[in-house]
């Protein structure tokens, strides 16, 4: 995405993980990465700072990353939101009602391919998510109400 830095919000409670995020994704796109630690560190980031998207680990102490992601959604926030785990995607505990409500990445693998697949789901959700905005926008501006897109 040409012109700014999309601002990334890594959540992943091993450090080696997210340093090698940091390290690698940048090499693919034009990202600034945050990193927290934990579920609880990334919701205090999220009121601090605005950020075009989110990737988290989903196996985590004390917060996993449904838990955030609930969190998350219940704020009202609809940023897009990017499993990075190394859970196969049949073991997560996603809502079935709720499809286009995260992405899911495998961080199993050659880290070229990983960061390459993450790189291009980032792209695609950022976009989405901010033409999804720009017609809620356009429609309020067009009729005086909300309407009613997916997220």
Not at 17 to 44: C, H, K, M, Q
Not at 66 to 78: A, D, M, N, V
Not at 128 to 139: D, G, I, W
Request: glycine letters at 6%; a negative charge.
């Amino acid at each position: 995405m040409p012109g700014k830095k999309l601002r990334v919000l890594h959540v992943d409670d091993q450090r080696q993980w997210r340093s090698i995020v940091s390290d690698y994704l940048v090499l693919f796109g034009d990202y600034e990465i945050i990193s927290a630690e934990s579920g609880e560190e990334a919701l205090n980031l999220l009121s601090a700072t605005s950020f075009d998207i989110i990737v988290s680990d989903f196996r985590m102490p004390e917060m996993d990353g449904t838990r955030l992601l609930q969190y998350i959604r219940e704020r009202g926030e609809s940023l897009p939101f990017i499993f990075l785990t190394g859970t196969r995607y049949e073991d997560l505990d996603l809502d079935p009602e709720k499809p286009g409500d995260s992405l899911y990445v495998n961080k199993s693998g050659d880290p070229s391919q990983v960061f390459s697949v993450l790189s291009q789901k980032i792209c695609q959700a950022v976009a989405r998510h901010k033409t999804v905005q720009a017609l809620k926008k356009h429609q309020i501006e067009e009729s005086g109400h909300s309407p009613v897109l997916p997220v």
